[in-house]
């Protein structure tokens, strides 16, 4: 599935006798299929990873669990241990993991979801918001959901109108209109 450096396996092993020794490694691909993909690991208890969803990889010291649907993107991937001054950091390398920007003849939920993942989400989680694409209606009309800081923020309006729809609408001018259908009463974890 991917290789691990030896000094990288070392290093592994060593957090994992910190830990007790009783913890696997899990890993999982975010947003997996674009540009912004990104490969986690994170301790798991292996007790609790469902046997069939996940394949088990043994190596010196420790067990990786992969999720069985990121292991084509997790093909040819490598993970080395980095150095910089006294810190030591796992980088992790996963070229079947991301994808390409989509093809001028590709559905538009396609490239709505793209641009949303790859241009206007990263800005909005400045502000700890997120952006989602809910439906595209027969009038080609594209209703989007905001969570985290979005959610409930005064301003979201104001980033709607003079910021994705703008954008969105110049990229993709079939585009007629832009809703949104958050329920912004709930303002718990709002931005501003």
Avoid: W
């Avoid at 030591?88 to 996963?94: D, V």
């Avoid at 070229?95 to 989509?102: E, F, S, T, V």
């Avoid at 809910?134 to 209703?143: A, L, P, R, W």
């Avoid at 959901?145 to 994705?164: E, H, M, P, R």
């Amino acid at each position: 599935m991917f290789t691990i450096s030896k000094e990288a396996e070392k290093y592994i092993a060593d957090l994992f006798i910190e830990q007790g020794g009783k913890l696997g490694l899990k890993v999982e691909v975010e947003k997996i299929g674009t540009p912004v993909a990104n490969v986690t690991f994170n301790f798991c208890k292996p007790d609790e990873m469902n046997h069939s969803k996940y394949e088990k990889y043994p190596y010196e010291g420790f067990d990786v669990y992969a999720d069985v649907a990121y292991i084509e993107a997790l093909k040819d991937a490598d993970v080395a241990l980095k150095k910089d001054g006294a810190a030591r950091k796992l980088t992790i390398t996963a070229p079947n993991a991301r994808g390409d920007a989509p093809k001028d003849d590709a559905p538009l939920e396609t490239k709505i979801k793209y641009t949303l993942i790859t241009e206007i989400s990263p800005r909005l989680a400045s502000h700890g918001g997120i952006c989602e694409l809910v439906e595209i209606t027969k009038k080609k009309e594209v209703v989007l959901n905001f969570g985290g800081g979005c959610q409930g923020c005064s301003s979201v309006a104001i980033t709607l109108k003079d910021g994705i729809e703008s954008e969105l609408i110049g990229l993709y001018p079939e585009i007629t209109k832009i809703i949104d259908s958050t329920d912004h009463s709930n303002k718990e974890n709002a931005y501003m």
